[in-house]
Every structure is written in C-alpha cells, then in structure tokens.
DNA sequence: GTGGTCTAGACCACT
DNA sequence: GTGGTCTAGACCACC
C-alpha cells in the first residue's frame, strides 16, 4: 500500500515517481517474486528519465529489501517476502 | 552453488576477493615458487565466479610480476621473486 | 541408422568416426539446416574421444562446406545446402 | 547486421582487425593528439564485434601508450607522443 | 553516457 | 585440457 501519494502539489525527485511505479507493479503482481525487472536503460526510456534516475530507483528498491540485484545478471524481486 | 555469486555492495570487486585470495595463498607459501596455480576453470567454481573473473584476476598477479602464464600449460609462481 | 558402419578392418581415424556420425545425422535431418550442433566438449563426451578429435571433425565438416561456425557462438548446419 | 561478424580463418583476431583500423587511423591523422575516439559501443557497433572485443583493442593501444582512457569520459589520443 | 566489471557460454591455438 | 578470444547482454561508478 502505497503511502507515498505522488502529491503534486509537494515537490518529489523524479527517481520517486520510478519508484513509486515499481512499488505499485510489483505489489499489483504484475512482476512476481523471482521475477527480472526491466533493464537500466529500458526503465529510463518507459519513463523518460536519465539512467542514473533509473539506477536510483532499482537502489531504493533494493535498500528496502524488495529487490536484489546480482550483478552481471539483473534486478529481481525478492522471494522471501 | 554460491548463495551470494557477488556482492555489489561489497567495497571490492569479485575479480579483487579472486587476487586477494591468491596473493595471500602464495605469501602463505600454499604454492611455492614454480608451483601450477589452479586452472581458470577451478578458479572460477571455487570463487563462485564467472571465468573471465577468475581470468581478469590472474591477469593482475601477472602484470605484477608474480606469477608467469605458459600457453597451453598453466600459470606458474615466478621463481625469481 | 549409420550408413557407414565403422569397419573395423579398415584402419579409420577417429574423428571420421566422428565425422560420419554427424554426416550422418544431418542427412537424417537430426540437425536441421540452421541448428546449432552439440559443443566440442559435448562431442567429445559423447564419442568418447580428446576434444581435438570432436574439433578436428567439425573443421572437417566446415571445409566440406557443410557447416559454419561462428566464433563465441557455436557450429550450424549451413541453410545453402 | 554484419554478414560474417568474425572469420575464424582470418589471420587476425578480430580485435586485431580494430586494433590496426584504429592505429592507421590515428597515424593518418583522423583523430588528432588529444581528440575523442568513438566511444566502445560506437566501435563495437562499426566493426560488427562485441563490446568485449573493442574493449580489448583499446587496451591494447592504452597498453602501447598512443591513447589514455579517463573514467567516465573516454579514450583519447595522447598528446605526449 | 562514458568506461569498468560481471555472467554464462561458445570456439580457437597450443602443448 | 590449458590459456586465449569471442558473443551478447547485464549492472556499477563516475563525470
């Protein structure tokens, strides 16, 4: 449960609205746990932001445990839910 | 299989764990001077890594003059050290 | 199903062995025009011969004009038949 | 896409191909003391070769000292020559 | 947006 | 059976 509103009226750094996309999608199941998120580039053009706004997202993600990276290999999202 | 194949928050890279591992085996005298290092592909399963990252390793001790590579045969430990 | 049973009386090299085998197996239609053929490692398994023996049938194979290998990628069976 | 991305029987390695594009054209003067070589992708894309494979050629100059590499930047020719 | 590192796998040249 | 090169793609650190 999203309890980041994307209030437009608050300013918010783009890499949330990525963020907050990925959050959404992934609790909507649309990727399930093991699964690959898109690429770097790929979420920077979906979302048209740099890919270093891309590679902020993926790093939340991960900071807040939804997600692990393995290098060399992709993002996914974590199993042990 | 490795449980964690690398780290990406790890202060070092894999290939650096890989030449760590091996400088200190030679300093420890594990293998001696003239001594066959393991092969690339032993490098790599015991590592937990891919070949070219057992390879990119080896090329370090290499350019550091610690080891010398023979085509076909294997990576020896320099005798004049 | 080979068509040219190995004579033991006739001295043959090992690699026809391997040569006919996989002759054999793409008259047969085993491997289509465009499939990709076992890796040397796995002819050589497979045959029970040195690696150099499945390569030296699959040079073969590539001078007769049969297949075509791509370097980092594997051998095919040529689609110009 | 390249028609054949790499000969297997051609003399020289592939990165040896972009290897020599490269020196001849430093020496003919395209790329100036101190000028930007195409970046690697841009290199592996004109040459039909991986990344890899460019990435060796331009270590290969950095290593004969005609170009110097700078993180985050590019390869350059070098001015010291 | 660059160069740096990595995965996973293939074939090549040589001993 | 080793090291050498290659493919095709990923993410990382830095500018």
Known sequence: ?????????????????V???L????????????AKLPSEPELAER???????ARRALRELREQGIVETEWGK???VKRSD
Chains 1, 2, 3, 4 share one sequence.
Do not use: C, N, Q
Request: glycine residues 10%; charged residues 30%; hydrophobic residues 30%.
């Open 74 to 76: 992709g993002t996914f």
């Open 23 to 34: 959050v959404a999608e992934i609790e909507e199941g649309k990727y399930e746990p093991g």
């Open 19 to 21: 963020l907050d996309a």
């Open 1 to 17: 449960m999203p309890e980041r509103p994307s209030d437009p009226h608050s300013p918010r750094a783009p890499y949330m609205r």
């Open 47 to 53: 979302f048209g932001v740099a890919r270093m706004t």
